[in-house]
């Protein structure tokens, strides 16, 4: 049986009595402070995971290693995120495995550079760009936080100079007016590669299509995804009283060769 410990420098997760997540980088000599008490880090050094500790109050808490989606709502924000709903399909969409070259278009606070990052470590690279210089700040933060800035390019640069890279093997659009940039992400994408981006309203979504139709875009889809919640109470089953529902539509496509011929269905 492999038994996992925490070790100095490593990232675990902190689940309270009453279900209250906090992720926490262990230093030894440290403490984390809470109300329901105080939790020393050499508490935790060593020792292993899955299991509980207790504060100088009496109270528990169960000791985890982060998954993917704890590092996603733990960043620290200082624009909307794409929520990890959306994450998951987009990193399906985008293909994005070890290995892969992926573009990205806005930064933001690095949740998706985050996800992308982690998934194509540790031999792909993630190229995002931003033009704000506090949002990479923000940004280069969170991904160091979660051990992955080594697999990340950031690049403070206007989309509307161009891309940097050639032949991609994915992109993702998450900027305000995408259907001005298909030019440049044509040029970034390899034959083949996968195109997306996200849309807050369905009239952006009607502009970005017709953009798309002049130039070498095929398998295009527009998707909406829901996400409801339900109570974990064997005798009280029944969705959450809250729901996280629109944050987005999202464009997925593949960029052809621009000789291909369109397919006749």
């Known amino acids: 049986m492999r038994l996992s410990r925490a070790q100095e420098n490593d990232r675990v997760l902190l689940v309270s009595p009453g279900n209250r997540r906090y992720l926490l980088l262990l230093r030894s000599g440290r403490r984390f402070?809470?109300?329901?008490?105080?939790?020393?880090?050499?508490?935790l050094i060593g020792q292993p995971l899955g299991r509980s500790v207790t504060t100088h109050l009496g109270h528990t808490f169960l000791v985890l290693r982060p998954s993917l989606h704890d590092l996603l709502m733990n960043v620290k924000r200082v624009s909307q995120i794409i929520y990890p709903k959306d994450i998951g399909l987009i990193l399906l969409k985008l293909d994005a495995v070890h290995g892969r070259r992926i573009i990205e278009a806005g930064t933001g606070s690095g949740?998706?550079?985050?996800?992308?990052?982690?998934?194509?470590?540790?031999?792909?690279m993630v190229y995002s760009y931003e033009v704000r210089e506090e949002m990479l700040r923000t940004a280069r933060r969170n991904l160091e936080e979660a051990g992955v800035e080594d697999s990340v390019t950031l690049h403070q640069r206007d989309i509307a100079e161009g891309f940097v890279e050639r032949d991609v093997?994915?992109?993702?659009?998450?900027?305000r007016e995408p259907w001005d940039y298909m030019e440049q992400t044509c040029q970034a994408l390899a034959d083949g590669g996968c195109f997306g981006a996200l849309l807050p309203t369905t009239n952006q979504v009607s502009i970005q299509l017709a953009a798309m139709a002049h130039h070498p875009f095929m398998a295009i889809e527009v998707l909406e995804l829901m996400l409801r919640q339900y109570k974990p109470v064997p005798q009280r089953l029944r969705p959450d009283d809250?729901?996280?529902?629109?944050t987005g539509y999202l464009i997925f496509a593949r960029k052809i060769a621009p000789s291909s011929d369109p397919i006749q269905e």
């Open 33 to 43: 402070h809470t109300n329901k008490g105080i939790i020393e880090h050499d508490a």
């Open 111 to 124: 949740a998706l550079t985050l996800a992308l990052a982690h998934a194509v470590r540790p031999e792909g």
């Open 169 to 175: 093997d994915a992109l993702f659009l998450d900027v």
């Open 242 to 246: 809250h729901m996280i529902g629109h």
